[in-house]
């Protein structure tokens, strides 16, 4: 079995910062790609950013220069810095790891997911 636990959401002003992190636990053989992904109320859950094994990124264009993501392998750990934070950002993030268990098996994971709430 294999978990993602998400933590750091909270509720911060328009302009502030929060920091999300999301650690992998289980029977885990190596880790290929962690991102983060958001579902706003009414909307359709849409990738925010993404990290590879070898630290290639991508990010969705409303968070590119505001949002930073980054990853421990050490921990099997990702985070996701956002800055600047729109109300629009409001969102439940839901953390998401591509994961070979140690079955070989690869499969998708996803965390519970944390509520972001930005406030105008």
């Known amino acids: 079995q294999v978990q993602l636990v998400e933590s750091g959401g909270d509720l911060v002003q328009a302009g502030g910062s929060l920091r999300l992190s999301c650690a992998a636990s289980?029977?885990?053989?190596?880790?290929?790609?962690m991102g983060w992904y958001r579902q706003a109320p009414g909307k359709q859950r849409g990738l925010v950013a993404l990290i590879l094994r070898d630290d290639i990124t991508n990010y969705t264009d409303s968070v590119k220069g505001r949002f930073i993501i980054s990853r421990d392998n050490a921990k099997n750990t990702v985070y996701l810095q956002m800055n600047s934070l729109k109300p629009e950002d409001t969102a439940v993030y839901y953390c998401?790891?591509?994961?070979?268990?140690?079955?070989?098996?690869?499969?998708?994971?996803w965390g519970k997911g944390t509520l972001v709430t930005v406030s105008s």
């Open positions: 998401y790891a591509d994961i070979t268990g140690s079955d070989y098996y690869r499969l998708d994971y």
């Open positions: 289980g029977n885990i053989f190596s880790i290929n790609s």
